[in-house]
């Protein structure tokens, strides 16, 4: 059997390397001979860090007998979702079509090798029937006796998923305002409100990082607004979604009260998560807030960085057990457990600690209450306040001091178990979001080595993914994937980009920026240069061509692309990427009425071009104004760009600035601008008129 998968640039992909399966990556080869064969094609779709695909490939994919089936009845395919994610925007929608039911992962689906259409799809299946799910042996019996019995009638079902498919593809709905989308998307979210435990909805809960950034805009102006996302933040940093020693978020909770991971550690989360708790810290004057922020960029900075710049793609959720979890199977001691390097014990937390310091870390993170996973075992939250800490003649401050040092010792204790395995893809969208919140997030809080990083990394996708048209989005060890960069790439550098310019000048980032823009104008907008398509026009044929409008773990692309191009014509002074911002977002203006839920990316674009935020262009004595530069820029209200003087090759509407004889500002909303102004004091009275 060949091992087609052991030189995969995907580590997902390598972990199935040596499976029993006979296993093809997505290539024509493999659709090939499934056409050849006239066999169904069984696609599965996961990624590295994801618990359920481990679970799925240990009891299926690595049992001989399943195997035996699969290689007889199917041509495998094995697909990382994180580097092909047009394919699992495709096939998830298929399952959404087929099933009803949203999908997840792992994805399961069988494919018409005629045509590539998904006939039969599910997410996880035991290799037994249990808890109302087929087994899996069982589900491809059926599936081969179906596709020998009744082909005519899986053929008719595909004809109408393809009708079904062009409909997503093509709709458009006609109506919608942004006053009326954002009303109503603030009532379902006060429907869909958890005043207990904060958030929206019930178990699973995840952190809806789109989202966040929706409501800190909308809570400068809209006190509910601000009530619901402090309401989230602070439970989101408080409990186990946070991790409370290493700092970053994982990517869910399996419960409501934010108590209980899924312990998968995703770029994407704290990526985006970052520039909203810094900038919720500066509008609330927030020292907890801004704490999370730093905890954050720790993370960053630490186990997911890569070497010469850029970030790991995911952590993933199991791990090897150390000698002492109750959990480890002895017959198996190598086995992977979920949580295993995150989980504690009292006994843990005393041999790692003096007495009156393990009391402590008890009484902080709940270890002096009852075990909060499997009955055993501790995942460390905030139990208890600083305030509820003090005593015996502590202060606040010796409280923190003391948590510090804590945690400290107890991170040096991890990390002497087994790590979770690193998924050292270096992927461009969740890299620019992370350069973008590094910067944002530098700029307010004052953390110059942040925005250093977010410099290092934005240069790192463009040495390693390429830029312009042969952009690429995944990179590892020296290789890049075949495929073209998408939408969501192309955008989320565009933003980082232009986060960057609001934090200093450099030609290099603006010229990135409206390469970017042109490169989505002319690769992944239809004939009517209004719908934008997460696939280039070069992409290889798939089902269908997926849109880009909704939010899901990342923002979408065509919100991205708007808010990026609305950005750019407000610095560049230039109509043309304003104008087609507003063409994009009034094509789905429609959708977001409809369901503003799933679009607030797109209502964060549409609220930059009909309300822009101020814009401060600097420019003369360099002394001077760069200190002015300091000091504007740590609002969130507006930004600041500081044209050196003499530079060249500016936008039209910057490049009186770079000649001025003496500290000058001009403070710009959309395209009014106000008279040159030589003075700080003058530029906040103008800013402050804005503000009122």
């Known amino acids: 059997m060949a091992r087609r998968l052991s030189d995969a640039l995907s580590p997902y992909l390598e972990q199935h390397a040596d499976q029993p399966v006979d296993w093809y990556p997505w290539t024509p080869e493999a659709l090939q001979a499934a056409r050849t064969t006239d066999r169904p094609i069984l696609l599965s779709i996961g990624y590295s860090a994801c618990h359920w695909c481990h679970v799925m490939a240990r009891e299926s994919f690595d049992d001989p007998g399943i195997a035996e089936r699969m290689n ?12 092909r994610p047009d394919l699992d925007h495709v096939y998830q929608l298929g399952h959404q079509l087929l099933t009803g039911r949203p999908g997840g992962w792992p994805l399961t689906v069988f494919l018409d090798p005629t045509d590539l259409a998904p006939f039969v799809a599910g997410t996880y299946f035991p290799p037994e029937a249990r808890h109302g799910l087929i087994g899996f042996p069982e589900l491809l019996e059926r599936v081969h006796d179906a596709w020998l019995g009744k082909r005519e009638t899986l053929k008719a ?40 435990n904060g958030g929206f909805g019930d178990a699973p809960k995840f952190p809806q990082a789109p989202l966040m950034a929706w409501l800190l805009e909308r809570s400068g102006d809209d006190p509910q607004a601000a009530s619901m996302l402090v309401d989230a933040l602070r439970p989101m940093a408080r409990h186990g979604l946070f991790d409370q020693l290493g700092g970053g978020f994982f990517r869910y909770c399996t419960d409501a009260a934010w108590e209980i991971p899924h312990f998968e550690k995703m770029l994407a989360e704290s990526a985006q998560l970052l520039p909203v708790y810094a900038e919720a810290a500066v509008r609330w004057n927030d020292a907890e807030l801004a704490e999370v922020a730093a905890r954050c960029a720790e993370f960053l900075g630490g186990p997911m960085r890569l070497d010469g710049g850029g970030f790991a793609a995911s952590l993933s959720a199991d791990s090897v057990p150390p000698e002492d979890d109750p959990r480890r199977d002895e017959d198996d001691p190598d086995r992977e457990l979920e949580g295993a390097y995150y989980l504690w014990t009292p006994d843990r937390i005393g041999a790692a600690l003096e007495e009156t310091d393990a009391e402590l870390a008890a009484a902080r993170f709940g270890l002096d209450g009852p075990a909060n996973f499997e009955g055993r075992l501790w995942h460390l939250v905030q139990a208890r306040g600083i305030d509820e800490l003090t005593g015996d003649g502590r202060s606040a401050d010796e409280v923190r001091e003391r948590l510090a040092e804590i945690r ?17 893809k270096m992927l461009a969208a969740p890299n620019a979001l ?21 410099a290092i990394v934005l240069e790192a996708v463009g040495e390693r993914l390429g830029r312009g048209t042969a952009m690429q989005a995944v990179w590892r060890s020296g290789r890049g994937a075949a495929q073209n960069a998408l939408l969501d790439d192309r955008a989320a550098v565009l933003l980082a980009a232009l986060e960057l310019l609001g934090c200093r000048w450099e030609r290099e980032w603006y010229e990135t920026a409206v390469e970017q823009a042109r490169a989505i104008l002319d690769r992944h907008v239809d004939a009517s240069g209004d719908a934008l398509y997460l696939t280039p026009s070069d992409h290889e044929g798939l089902v269908f061509r997926p849109p880009a409008l909704t939010d899901d773990a990342l923002p979408s692309g065509a919100g991205m692309a708007a808010l990026g191009l609305a950005r750019l014509g ?6 043309e990427w304003t104008e087609r911002a507003r063409r994009i977002v009034e094509r789905a203006a429609g959708e977001m009425l409809q369901v503003p839920t799933s679009h607030v990316t797109l209502l964060r674009a549409r609220r930059e071009l009909d309300e822009p935020a101020p814009q401060v262009r600097l420019g003369g004595d360099a002394d001077t104004t760069a200190d002015w530069a300091r000091t504007l820029r740590r609002s969130p209200d507006w930004t600041c760009l500081h044209v050196p003087p003499g530079e060249a090759g500016l936008p039209e509407a910057l490049e009186p600035l770079a000649d001025r004889d003496r500290p000058t500002a001009i403070v710009c909303t959309g395209r009014t601008c106000s008279e040159p102004l030589h ?11 804005w503000r009122d």
Do not use: C, Y
Request: overall charge negative.
């Open 72 to 83: 007889d009845w199917f041509v495998n395919i094995k697909v990382d979702r994180e580097e």
């Open 679 to 689: 003075d700080l004091e003058s530029v906040r009275q103008r800013l402050e008129r």
């Open 157 to 196: 079902q595909n004809r109408r998923l393809h009708e079904a498919f062009e409909l997503v593809s093509e709709r458009r709905i006609e109506g919608g305002g942004t006053a009326a989308a954002e009303d109503r998307l603030l009532g379902q979210l006060d429907a869909r409100r958890d005043l207990r």
């Open 408 to 424: 400290g010792r107890l991170l040096s204790r991890r990390a002497e178990r087994p790590a979770p395995f690193r998924d050292d």
């Open 570 to 575: 407000h610095l560049a002074g230039e109509a």
């Open 434 to 454: 992370a350069a973008a919140g590094l910067a944002r997030a530098g700029r307010l809080l004052g953390h110059t080595e942040w925005i250093e990083e977010a």
